[in-house]
């Protein structure tokens, strides 16, 4: 079974807009974290933001947030004011505790800011 | 600037050729990673360092072959490739915590695109 799932192979937002990319996990370890990463054309996967699954509070980081809901297994990525520069490959991925540094990536969505 | 640099970050070889790929980390980590991310498919983990130690190494074929002199530099070392290697290499590193916590993150370097002939 898929760790990491990533239903929208790719999304269009209009700039300015919020955008919302979806995201669900599927694990049995109580202790795990998410992660969201952004990959733009050059390459390079920029960490964006993390969720741990004992947080009380959906995580933020500037203009991204993360809309974590534990007992649905999701944990969307929310950009808000979206810029064109937002224009990119975005990954969600998990590390269990129980599997040290294995990380789980999902397929990826990619994102178009339409100016 | 994220700190783990690769080189070359483009490389065509042929089937018969040797060649290394090159990740150095500036961030004072101790574990290091090599990633495969072909076209259409989630990142693939390939090799894991911790504390200069092999730590994992997810059924990769032996053509592949890394190598971790000192906590911040990595290697792969590439010999008679496929071309359904051509992909994207991607090397990253983290903080690992006594203890093994989930919390740390991997920094990501810029990739190596490689095409094999």
């Known amino acids: 079974a898929q760790k990491i799932t990533q239903t929208q192979p790719g999304m269009f937002v209009q700039e300015k807009e919020a955008v919302t990319l979806d995201c669900t996990y599927d694990?049995?370890?109580?202790?795990?974290?998410l992660f969201w990463y952004k990959q733009p054309s050059s390459g390079e996967m920029i960490f964006l933001i993390y969720q741990g699954s004992y947080d009380q509070q959906n995580a933020t980081e500037g203009r991204y947030s993360l809309n974590f809901q534990k007992a649905r297994k999701s944990a969307n990525l929310v950009i808000s004011a979206s810029q064109l520069g937002d224009s990119a490959m975005y990954f969600c991925?998990?590390?269990?505790?129980?599997?040290?540094?294995?990380?789980?990536f999902g397929t990826g969505t990619s994102l178009t800011v339409i100016p | 600037e994220t700190g783990v640099t690769q080189t070359p970050r483009h490389l065509v070889m042929g089937m018969t050729n040797k060649k290394s790929l090159k990740c150095e980390q500036h961030?004072?980590?101790?574990?290091m990673y090599w990633y495969k991310q072909s076209a259409k498919k989630p990142l693939e983990l390939m090799f894991v360092?911790?504390?200069?130690?092999?730590?994992e190494n997810n059924s990769v074929p032996s053509r592949f072959s890394p190598e971790c002199p000192n906590s911040s530099h990595l290697f792969l070392h590439l010999h008679t490739l496929q071309p359904e290697d051509s992909a994207l290499y991607l090397c990253a590193s983290s903080q690992e915590l006594a203890g093994g916590s989930h919390v740390e993150t991997q920094y990501f370097g810029p990739g190596t695109r490689l095409l094999v002939l």
């Open positions: 961030l004072g980590h101790n574990a």
């Open positions: 694990t049995s370890d109580p202790s795990y974290g």
């Open positions: 360092y911790n504390f200069k130690e092999q730590t």
């Open positions: 991925a998990m590390r269990e505790s129980t599997t040290g540094n294995q990380f789980y």
